[in-house]
């Protein structure tokens, strides 16, 4: 009994190992088995610290350092006029956004003539997103050059450096708003490629800074800062030509300082006048007149009451020089007329009738254009 008994338990246990072996070995092929447990790795991002120390030298460059200086002080000008809509009716119409540094923390803004030039409303905005209006203090042509007010006191004021003292390859940075008020204080990064560049717009030469600092439309009256921060030109013009890239030109610093100041003074500088108009070889082609003249300028109108009429100067003269200087263009008279005083004498070489002569001309101020 008790080996028949000990038979029956050694089949049970059999059969339940076995047949539980195969109730599972039957699970295992129709029972859906968990996906494994998958350990996920994070890629080393290489987080900074929260707290990071002083930002080091390598950043901090000289140029960061320039635009942290001057940035706050360069601004945008939007010029407005009035025009007709297709009802006829006068709306208020922007013509066009430039730049223009502040010199002055009691408001006054240095930019260009040409940014200005037609404006009946001017809106100025500022590196920290003020807008207020502005006015025009003054204007000068012959220099591109404006000054313009803002009812505002505290301005960050930019301070001016002595652009004689420039080097040629020294850095350059220039802050503006190319394409306008949507890339306001954008910062562009090259060097002083030229001094003394004479560049001759219309009837004036200009003594430019030439660098390769980008200056795009809207960059125009914005400012030109060397390593120190300091502001050492108004930028001005560059040579859009296809294929030209990396040539712009700026006011030199020196120049404009006195410009400014008679502006803020008069609203307008006071220049030694002549009171002729002449032609010289380049405008004479462009209205259609034969030039058969080897030297000088032609003179094609002369002022009833200005200075050329009283020293005896006559439709026809051929001006040869002025004070000891050559003057084959409207630009070198110019040039010469500006580097003398109101009040001074000064001696006129002219060609009448094929013969030359001399004649003292007593130089005075120039009218103010209205």
């Known amino acids: 009994m008790v080996k028949k008994f000990a038979a029956y338990f050694f089949i049970a246990v059999f059969g339940a190992v076995v047949g539980g072996g195969l109730v599972l070995g039957l699970g295992d092929r129709f029972l859906v088995k968990p996906a494994p447990q998958m350990i996920a790795t994070v890629p080393n991002l290489q987080q900074p610290p929260a707290a990071q120390g002083p930002v080091s030298d390598a950043r901090n460059t000289a140029i960061v350092r320039a635009a942290q200086a001057v940035g706050p002080s360069v601004i945008g000008i939007a010029n407005k006029a009035y025009s007709r809509d297709l009802f006829s009716r006068k709306v208020l119409v922007e013509q066009g956004v430039g730049s223009g540094v502040i010199f002055d923390s009691n408001g006054y803004i240095v930019t260009n003539f040409h940014v200005v ?3 009946q409303e001017l809106t100025v905005s500022f590196a920290d997103g003020r807008t207020m209006p502005g006015k025009v203090v003054g204007m000068d042509s012959a220099t591109d050059l404006a000054v313009v007010k803002v009812d505002a006191t505290g301005l960050p004021a930019a301070v001016f450096g002595d652009s004689d003292a420039l080097l040629v390859g020294e850095p350059a940075i220039a802050i503006g708003n190319p394409l306008g008020l949507e890339f306001r204080g954008s910062v562009t990064t090259g060097v002083i490629s030229a001094l003394n560049r004479s560049l001759e717009i219309g009837e004036r030469k200009f003594k430019l800074i030439q660098t390769d600092a980008a200056i795009n439309p809207g960059n125009s009256g914005g400012a030109l800062v060397n390593a120190d921060g300091y502001v050492v030109g108004i930028n001005s013009a560059k040579i859009a030509v296809a294929g030209v890239e990396g040539i712009g030109f700026s006011i030199p610093i020196n120049i404009a300082r006195p410009i400014l100041q008679a502006i803020i003074e008069k609203g307008h500088v006071a220049r030694s006048f002549l009171g002729v108009g002449v032609l010289d070889k380049g405008l004479a082609a462009n209205y259609g007149y034969d030039w058969n003249i080897d030297k000088g300028i032609y003179v094609a109108q002369v002022s009833a009451t200005g200075p050329a009429s009283k020293a005896g100067l006559r439709v026809g003269d051929i001006i040869l020089s002025v004070a000891g200087t050559a003057t084959n263009s ?35 101020e120039m009218p103010v254009q209205q």
């Open 330 to 364: 409207v630009a070198d008279l110019r040039a010469v007329l500006d580097g003398q005083a109101i009040g001074s004498r000064v001696d006129v070489e002219i060609l009448r009738n094929g013969n030359s002569r001399t004649v003292s001309v007593l130089l005075e």
């Open 117 to 119: 030039d037609g404006a």
